[in-house]
């Protein structure tokens, strides 16, 4: 809630209820409650509802800003509409009342007290505002709003416990404790673009000539949000761009977003497109079986003649710690003279172990700032895992929450408890992505069709005639980590989290683990192999998200 600024005063008056109470007192923030009658129903909310142990209840009505003191009481104005406050609070009262006598049966009355809570105004005329002056909290005395409250609603220790806990389920079954994925979703796009925007208008602004800019960011700094930007200032600019990438799933998202500005491939699919156009047709089928395929291909361009109109104004390279040295080299066969590159890439998601290209003349930009990640998950890498990255979003997320089991067979049932648990959560499985921090063939999910009964999404292995890769039909996305770096999901769950320990493997298995947790924009989920040790840092740093448990 502290995402929308109209709720910033409520939650400054939550945390001083949680300071100043004790905790005999139990406090629900914004109950939304409904009154059913057989021809129409009634809504209100009820700012906050304070119980004590004898389930006694007082409602509070917050009013921020300006009041006025008219005849009729103290009113609210919102625009052209007014409203009576005492009235407002005497109205949710008697509702509530109602519906908890039709729930209970009418001999059980429901004690309800009220406070008005205007710490931006001072009453200066009670009678005027036609309220008892000690159920008004004005900004004469905000000081005191716990002190009142414990003034009006004794603690009730002791008296009537059962009593006590039927009025506090009945404010539980009220209170709507489901986080709206779509808010979130909607939060998380808006902070992105806002943090990263500054940036990118910054290095979009840079002038060199030729344009030689190298950006080594780290997951989340929004280097594909600042490339798609770069894009469209070279086009607007009436120069004929190329964007290429490593990942071909990478490329396919880059395209949707980007459209018809440009031209957005991958390097061997750039490299099949072009001996296309010459009238050269791969035969893919052979791929497997021949080590050498690409290598072929590459000969095959570096033997021909490019014409002018096969080449371009700019460059664009995403995922630049994927490429190897041959490739930049014949990817710039397609360059026209004086054109501008941009160069993006980050070491830490470099899951291949290839060596750095060397770039001669480069102007080159550093960050470690994550502004994809919200800040639960940050605080869990931080803890976790000895790759760190500097904290940009200040959302709080969906938390993080760690699986454990003994036997690798044991995941598809865990993993499907975690999905039947978020989609009651409201969370679609489109918003779910399964990734594997094994390849997609080395892991236990290689074999199944769906899991929690949602059918899965996944890459078949092969290709059309065409180069472009088959995809099983499914609204559940399984994946590797490898091939699913430089793009995001809501909602990440990670499996096979067994790295192998060995001093030559461990730092490799860290960059996956950390590319792969940095995928999730809102929640994460590990499911880890407890009787590997080096997992022994997650299971003990286990941070359980109350709004999904």
Request: net charge negative; glycine share 8%; hydrophobic share 35%.
């Amino acid at each position: 809630m502290s995402l929308e600024s109209s709720h910033k005063h409520e939650l400054a008056a939550l945390k001083i209820l949680e300071k100043g109470l004790p905790n005999d007192y139990t406090v629900f923030h914004g109950v939304h409650w409904s009154r059913e009658y057989e021809s129409w129903t009634h809504f209100g909310e009820i700012d906050f509802v304070v119980l004590n142990r004898a389930g006694e209840v007082l409602f509070i009505e917050q009013k921020n800003g300006g009041l006025e003191e008219t005849d009729e009481g103290l009113v609210k104005r919102y625009g052209s509409v007014e409203k009576n406050v005492a009235q407002q609070l005497h109205r949710s009262i008697h509702k509530v009342q109602d519906k908890f006598n039709s729930q209970h049966g009418r001999d059980r009355k429901l004690a309800v007290d009220y406070l008005i809570y205007c710490p931006d105004y001072r009453i200066k005329k009670l009678n005027a505002a036609g309220l008892n002056c000690e159920r008004i909290v004005d900004a004469s005395a905000k000081d005191g709003l716990t002190e009142r409250i414990q003034f009006l609603l004794d603690r009730g220790e002791g008296m009537h416990y059962d009593w006590g806990k039927q009025v506090k389920e009945f404010f539980h079954q009220t209170f709507d404790l489901v986080p709206d994925i779509h808010a979130y979703k909607g939060s998380q796009e808006r902070q992105f673009v806002r943090q990263t925007g500054a940036l990118s208008d910054v290095l979009t602004n840079l002038e060199m000539e030729p344009f030689r800019l190298r950006i080594c960011g780290g997951a989340g700094t929004g280097k594909s949000l600042f490339a798609r930007r770069f894009l469209q200032r070279e086009v607007n600019a009436n120069r004929k761009v190329l964007l290429t990438c490593f990942n071909r799933p990478l490329a396919d998202r880059l395209k949707n977003s980007i459209g018809e500005d440009g031209e957005v491939s991958n390097f061997h699919k750039f490299c099949d497109d072009y001996l296309r156009s010459c009238g050269q047709r791969l035969e893919y089928m052979t791929m497997e079986s021949d080590p050498d395929f690409w290598q072929k291909v590459f000969d095959r361009i570096l033997n021909s003649h490019i014409p002018e109109e096969s080449k371009y104004d700019t460059l664009i390279i995403d995922e630049g710690q994927d490429f190897e040295e041959y490739w930049f080299e014949i990817i710039q066969l397609f360059l026209r003279k004086g054109a501008n590159i941009l160069w993006l890439e980050d070491a830490e998601q470099n899951l291949y172990d290839k060596p750095p290209v060397s770039l001669e003349g480069f102007v080159t930009y550093n960050s470690r700032i994550n502004y994809r990640s919200p800040e639960s998950i940050v605080r869990f890498i931080h803890d976790t895992s000895p790759i760190q990255c500097g904290q940009g979003n200040d959302l709080p997320g969906m938390g993080v929450a760690v699986h454990a089991y003994t036997d690798s067979d044991q995941q598809p049932s865990i993993v499907g408890k975690i999905i039947l648990k978020l989609m009651k959560h409201r969370i679609s499985p489109e918003d779910i992505v399964i990734l594997t921090c094994k390849s997609s063939q080395s892991s236990v999910f290689k074999d199944h069709v769906g899991v929690g009964g949602i059918e899965l999404r996944r890459f078949t292995g092969e290709y059309d005639q065409r180069g472009r890769q088959k995809w099983t039909n499914g609204k559940l996305t399984f994946d590797s980590v490898n091939r699913f770096k430089g793009q995001e999901a809501p909602v990440v769950i990670l499996v096979d989290v067994d790295p192998e320990t060995t001093t030559d493997k461990l730092t490799r298995n860290e960059r996956v683990l950390f590319c792969g947790m940095t995928r999730a924009t809102l929640r994460l989920e590990l499911v880890v192999n407890s009787t590997n040790e080096y997992n022994s840092r997650f299971i003990s740093t286990n941070m359980l998200s109350s709004m999904i448990e």
